[in-house]
Structure formats: C-alpha cells, structure tokens
C-alpha cells in the first residue's frame, strides 16, 4: 500500500484555476498508475483523470477534456492535477487514487481498480 495526501484545494470563481497535488509515501511511487476522482455532494465519484507509470498515458473524463491536466513527478514522489476554466459543476471533493499495474503504460480508471485513496481535498467553484 501507498499513503496518499492531497493539498491544493479551495475556493475560486468560475474561470479560475486551481493545482492540486498527491504526496505519496510508502511503496515504490514509480509503480503504480494514478486517477484522480471527484466526489459531489449526492453524487458517486467519479473518474476525473489517470496517468500510467511513465507518465506516458492519461485519461480524462469527456467533461473535464481540455480543461484539466494531469501529470506526475516520479523523482517527487507526486502527481498533480491542474485545472483551467473552473465551473461550478466541477465543486466536489477531489481524491487522488494509487493502482498495481503490470506495464509502465497501463492506465486504470475504475474505482475498483484503486487499492489506495487519500482523505480528499475540497474545491469549490462559485459562480
């Protein structure tokens, strides 16, 4: 297992940006894939991004495609998630996820696939 936390969250208004960060600790970083996911208040979560080992593969929801980025620093022990053009629906709390995969290319975005989660961070977009 791998211990997640996330930083970055807050509140901003609609049009704004926001990073947020994953500091992973535990097992060997460079070998799991990661996802971040979203969770709204009566909602389940949800797949938002995921990249690979490498680094070399990512994933993104159709309703964050353009706007989020994800990406991640091996050497830091990290991933990020930057996110442009903020709207409201995006507000929930975000997690980020750790997965075992078998390839540096592999990407996993089903929340069954994910052995490790963080506690969560909050972002809020107002209108």
């Known amino acids: 297992q791998v211990q997640l936390v996330e930083s970055g969250g807050g509140l901003v208004q609609a049009g704004g940006s926001l990073r947020l960060s994953c500091a992973a600790s535990g097992r060997t970083f460079s070998s799991y894939a990661m996802g971040w996911f979203r969770q709204a208040p009566g909602k389940e979560r949800e797949a938002v991004a995921a990249?690979?080992?490498?680094?070399?593969?990512?994933y993104y929801a159709d309703s964050v495609k353009g706007r989020f980025t994800i990406s991640r620093d091996n050497a830091k022990n990290t991933v990020y998630l930057i996110m442009n053009s903020l709207k409201p629906e995006d507000t929930a709390v975000y997690h980020c996820?750790?997965?075992?995969?078998?390839?540096?290319?592999?990407?996993?975005?089903?929340?069954?696939?994910?052995?490790?989660w963080g506690q969560g961070t909050q972002v809020t977009v107002s209108s």
């Open positions: 990249i690979s080992w490498s680094g070399g593969n990512t």
């Open positions: 996820a750790a997965a075992m995969t078998l390839t540096p290319s592999q990407i996993k975005v089903q929340r069954a696939d994910f052995g490790s």
